[in-house]
């Protein structure tokens, strides 16, 4: 499958049906999990891959259907019900696992892909929790933060290692009462991060 073929293909996912902002529940935009999904297929890390918070399941069902063995762990019961719809309208086998970030414990995982709530409301766990289980999981790690989380990132996941940063664009689309644009692009960083 090609990229622009994945990405139209998660296009047709089916997204939360009752966001919470306080868990900063934003689907990931197709384009940028295709984005993320392909340098991880080109660098061989989709052998047994792990989308922490996997929400809805954009990137498990992206990555299942470039070949990985997909882990997808949820806390939210009506976004995984979503996402266990979704994989099944497109034939992806993907596990999907109920459970918090903090509590589960994964064995066997090559590779933690995740697009973390970036923090930015009082009630959201922040990033921080799924970069210490994501470190804790996997050898390499496929992480979404904002624009400018560079310093905190080296030093956080030290002593792991970033590799790469990729600066991608993110359209946002409204999806709470308090967005003022139909679609705001945001710069977001996507980390490559190993041991």
Do not use: W
């Not at 070949?67 to 979503?82: C, H, P």
């Not at 600066?167 to 692009?185: A, G, M, Y």
């Amino acid at each position: 499958m090609k990229k622009k073929q994945l990405e139209i293909t998660l296009e047709r996912l089916e997204g939360f049906s009752e966001p919470s902002f306080q868990k900063e529940q934003y689907a990931t935009p197709a384009s940028v999990a295709a984005e993320m999904l392909f340098l991880a297929a080109l660098k061989g890390d989709l052998g047994t891959v792990c989308d922490l918070g996997s929400g809805t399941g954009m990137l498990a069902i992206g990555a299942a259907l470039l070949g990985a063995r997909a882990i997808g762990v949820e806390i939210d019961s009506k976004a995984l019900t979503v996402a266990k719809r979704n994989a099944k309208s497109l034939g992806a086998d993907v596990e999907f696992i109920h459970g918090d970030v903090n509590s589960v414990h994964l064995k066997g995982i090559d590779t933690v892909i995740m697009n973390p709530p970036f923090g930015a409301q009082k009630a959201s766990r922040g990033d921080r929790a799924f970069l210490c289980r994501a470190l804790a999981t996997a050898k390499t790690i496929y992480s979404l933060h904002n624009q400018g989380s560079e310093g905190f990132i080296r030093r956080f996941v030290k002593p792991y290692t970033v590799q790469e940063i990729y600066r991608i664009p993110f359209p946002l689309k409204r999806c709470f009462e308090f967005h003022s644009e139909d679609v705001k692009i945001i710069e977001v960083e996507l980390y490559r991060i190993t041991c």
